[in-house]
């Protein structure tokens, strides 16, 4: 008994021991960092971009719209811009993983993880390399541009990029394998059955998709909705290099601030407003996922 | 399902596969390409990897992303295994506590955690003196978004392996020890691997934490990328954006070939 009991502490004490290493880096270098962030935000910026600590509201008016000299929309156009663009993302990828998932489902058993991995390569290949060579795929000469100025979509001559249809492509291309994960994970438990009733009693095309597979797939495309809107609103490298100078995202608002412009106070005003924003979202997912839990049970 | 409808979908999804593997197939392919710019294919050359072989600047960048991701990639494996093997004994209160804390940094952009480090070193910076931008302020900076990831990997390793055999070690008459060096930990070790390739490919992938992590003399090759990108090209970047890719899916195939089995059973109903 009483060595039982010895053992079980020595034992609590070397979970202890193990897991105090790594929790505390994490809050010594994510935690801290975070928190200096929020508590920067409410400092006011010096005259040589120096940080003050004189509190205000300033930098959180100022991203509102209410600057020095009145009412300017341009930073909550910046963050309603960067909320449109995760959003359309996840729309773009989650209708471009469906047909992939059904037929990576499709496969034969030894094929679909096959299927799986070539869909997921290039996901790991370097964001930054693939963004650039979305530079060269829709520069003036490439064939899609070559097939845009054909069609008289574009003056001949110009290139697709920059602009905004280069960024949306290369966002689907760079998030698609995010969102097709686990929407494969919901595609592959799908239950056909379903499917085949829906369709005896004369249901076919979007209807049977809808009421038969949809509610089934939902909480893929849910969990797949998180993984490319996080880092999809985020996102500040590839609106800085596909974009032009009306596609400034929260990101490049970010960079910029902590880069030429120097305003700290105001960039963390921005940063803690993202976190605010992603925490916001994670919520509602979370609100959403458990709404479907009650319902089915 | 009716079979129009499967070839549609077929077809959607061929079209999707070109669509994911294009900006890859131009890079590689313009990385062997005698012409230096544009698009159009002159001939088969190897001359850009042979200046990039010469570039002093491609050299330095290339040894700074190799010691930062080995160093870095070595740290986070290890407190990311230890933190795994805690994290499979806590309670259930206690596990779901280190799980949100597992998952801020997973969760939050990257650029938020850039620029939050960089204010942090400022900070501590003018307290302490130290923190000095470069590549230990990188090191730090790469362990802190590698850890969630090696905790993860080794944990689901760890709770994928059969309680029994601990306890057969334990009736045997293994000490605490003894179990965890010949039983828990060699039944790790695949897990503890592909938690370390993975570390490894997310540090030598990484730009938007380096970026606002690194100091003069610590650039990176995503860091020297991006900045010839901006320069305007110079087309060793093409052979030099095909090497990374190799690395990086060499990586991770290697990753997969280790926990495929995991991922087999996981993708196969049974």
Redesign the interface.
């Given at each position: 008994m009483n060595t039982d009991s010895k053992r079980r502490e020595?034992?609590a004490l070397?979970?202890?021991?193990?897991?105090l290493?790594?929790?505390t880096?994490?809050?010594l270098?994510?935690?801290?960092?975070?928190l200096?962030?929020v508590l920067?935000s409410f400092c006011t910026r010096g005259d040589y971009g120096q940080v003050e600590h004189v509190f205000t509201f300033e930098n959180y008016k100022r991203v509102a719209g209410y600057g020095t000299f009145g009412f300017d929309s341009v930073y909550p156009i910046i963050l309603l811009r960067s909320i449109w663009l995760g959003a359309c993302t996840v729309l773009l990828t989650a209708i471009?993983a469906l047909?992939?998932a059904?037929?990576?489902s499709?496969l034969p058993?030894k094929f679909?993880?096959l299927g799986?991995?070539?869909?997921?390569?290039?996901f790991?290949?370097?964001?930054?390399?693939?963004t650039?060579?979305?530079?060269?795929?829709l520069?003036p000469?490439?064939t899609l541009s070559r097939f845009a100025q054909w069609l008289h979509l574009v003056p001949s001559g110009t290139g697709l990029y920059p602009g905004s249809l280069a960024i949306y492509l290369c966002m689907v291309?760079d998030y698609?394998?995010f969102m097709i994960l686990p929407v494969?994970?919901s595609v592959?438990?799908l239950d056909w059955s379903l499917?085949e009733a829906a369709m005896d009693l004369g249901a076919r095309g979007w209807p049977l998709f809808r009421h038969a597979l949809l509610p089934q797939i939902r909480p893929g495309l849910l969990a797949g909705s998180a993984l490319v809107f996080?880092?999809a609103?985020?996102?500040?490298?590839i609106p800085d290099?596909l974009g032009g100078a009306k596609t400034v995202m929260l990101?490049n608002l970010?960079?910029q601030q902590?880069g030429q412009s120097r305003d700290?106070p105001f960039?963390?005003a921005i940063?803690t407003l993202?976190?605010l924003l992603?925490g916001a979202f994670?919520v509602l997912v979370r609100i959403v996922q458990g709404n479907r839990k009650v319902e089915c049970e | 399902m009716n079979n129009r409808s499967s070839l549609f979908t077929r077809a959607a999804a061929l079209l999707l596969v070109l669509f994911l593997y294009a900006p890859l197939i131009i890079v590689i392919k313009n990385s062997f390409n005698e012409a230096p710019f544009g698009l159009e294919w002159k001939g088969f050359t190897l001359k850009w990897y042979v200046k990039l072989w010469n570039d002093d600047l491609a050299r330095s960048a290339l040894k700074n992303s190799a010691l930062l991701a080995i160093v870095s990639t070595t740290v986070s494996t290890i407190l990311g295994t230890l933190l795994a093997l805690g994290w499979s004994r806590a309670s259930a209160r206690w596990s779901k506590w280190i799980s949100g804390l597992l998952y801020i940094p997973v969760c939050v952009p990257d650029i938020v955690m850039g620029v939050s480090l960089l204010l942090f070193y400022s900070m501590v910076r003018q307290w302490l003196g130290i923190f000095q931008l470069g590549l230990l302020t990188m090191i730090l900076a790469h362990v802190t978004f590698q850890l969630p990831f090696v905790a993860l990997v080794v944990r689901a390793r760890l709770t994928g392996t059969d309680p029994a055999i601990v306890e057969a070690a334990e009736d045997l008459g293994a000490n605490p020890w003894q179990r965890f060096l010949y039983v828990t930990f060699p039944l790790a070790v695949p897990g503890i691997a592909a938690g370390a390739l993975l570390a490894f490919t997310l540090s030598l992938d990484d730009f938007v934490v380096s970026f606002f992590t690194s100091g003069p003399g610590s650039t990176t090759l995503p860091i020297l990328i991006y900045s010839s990108i901006k320069r305007g090209l110079s087309p060793e970047i093409n052979a030099l954006s095909t090497l990374l890719i190799a690395a990086s899916v060499i990586g991770t195939v290697f990753m997969a070939l280790l926990e495929g089995e995991k991922l087999v059973k996981n993708s196969t109903p049974v």
């Amino acid at each position: 008994m009483n060595t039982d009991s010895k053992r079980r502490e020595r034992s609590a004490l070397s979970t202890i021991l193990s897991l105090l290493p790594g929790t505390t880096w994490l809050c010594l270098f994510m935690l801290a960092p975070l928190l200096v962030i929020v508590l920067i935000s409410f400092c006011t910026r010096g005259d040589y971009g120096q940080v003050e600590h004189v509190f205000t509201f300033e930098n959180y008016k100022r991203v509102a719209g209410y600057g020095t000299f009145g009412f300017d929309s341009v930073y909550p156009i910046i963050l309603l811009r960067s909320i449109w663009l995760g959003a359309c993302t996840v729309l773009l990828t989650a209708i471009a993983a469906l047909p992939l998932a059904f037929v990576i489902s499709k496969l034969p058993g030894k094929f679909r993880l096959l299927g799986l991995i070539i869909v997921v390569i290039p996901f790991w290949s370097n964001l930054l390399v693939r963004t650039f060579a979305w530079q060269m795929l829709l520069a003036p000469d490439s064939t899609l541009s070559r097939f845009a100025q054909w069609l008289h979509l574009v003056p001949s001559g110009t290139g697709l990029y920059p602009g905004s249809l280069a960024i949306y492509l290369c966002m689907v291309c760079d998030y698609l394998p995010f969102m097709i994960l686990p929407v494969y994970a919901s595609v592959e438990k799908l239950d056909w059955s379903l499917a085949e009733a829906a369709m005896d009693l004369g249901a076919r095309g979007w209807p049977l998709f809808r009421h038969a597979l949809l509610p089934q797939i939902r909480p893929g495309l849910l969990a797949g909705s998180a993984l490319v809107f996080l880092p999809a609103t985020g996102q500040f490298l590839i609106p800085d290099l596909l974009g032009g100078a009306k596609t400034v995202m929260l990101g490049n608002l970010l960079q910029q601030q902590f880069g030429q412009s120097r305003d700290w106070p105001f960039g963390s005003a921005i940063a803690t407003l993202a976190l605010l924003l992603l925490g916001a979202f994670l919520v509602l997912v979370r609100i959403v996922q458990g709404n479907r839990k009650v319902e089915c049970e | 399902m009716n079979n129009r409808s499967s070839l549609f979908t077929r077809a959607a999804a061929l079209l999707l596969v070109l669509f994911l593997y294009a900006p890859l197939i131009i890079v590689i392919k313009n990385s062997f390409n005698e012409a230096p710019f544009g698009l159009e294919w002159k001939g088969f050359t190897l001359k850009w990897y042979v200046k990039l072989w010469n570039d002093d600047l491609a050299r330095s960048a290339l040894k700074n992303s190799a010691l930062l991701a080995i160093v870095s990639t070595t740290v986070s494996t290890i407190l990311g295994t230890l933190l795994a093997l805690g994290w499979s004994r806590a309670s259930a209160r206690w596990s779901k506590w280190i799980s949100g804390l597992l998952y801020i940094p997973v969760c939050v952009p990257d650029i938020v955690m850039g620029v939050s480090l960089l204010l942090f070193y400022s900070m501590v910076r003018q307290w302490l003196g130290i923190f000095q931008l470069g590549l230990l302020t990188m090191i730090l900076a790469h362990v802190t978004f590698q850890l969630p990831f090696v905790a993860l990997v080794v944990r689901a390793r760890l709770t994928g392996t059969d309680p029994a055999i601990v306890e057969a070690a334990e009736d045997l008459g293994a000490n605490p020890w003894q179990r965890f060096l010949y039983v828990t930990f060699p039944l790790a070790v695949p897990g503890i691997a592909a938690g370390a390739l993975l570390a490894f490919t997310l540090s030598l992938d990484d730009f938007v934490v380096s970026f606002f992590t690194s100091g003069p003399g610590s650039t990176t090759l995503p860091i020297l990328i991006y900045s010839s990108i901006k320069r305007g090209l110079s087309p060793e970047i093409n052979a030099l954006s095909t090497l990374l890719i190799a690395a990086s899916v060499i990586g991770t195939v290697f990753m997969a070939l280790l926990e495929g089995e995991k991922l087999v059973k996981n993708s196969t109903p049974v």
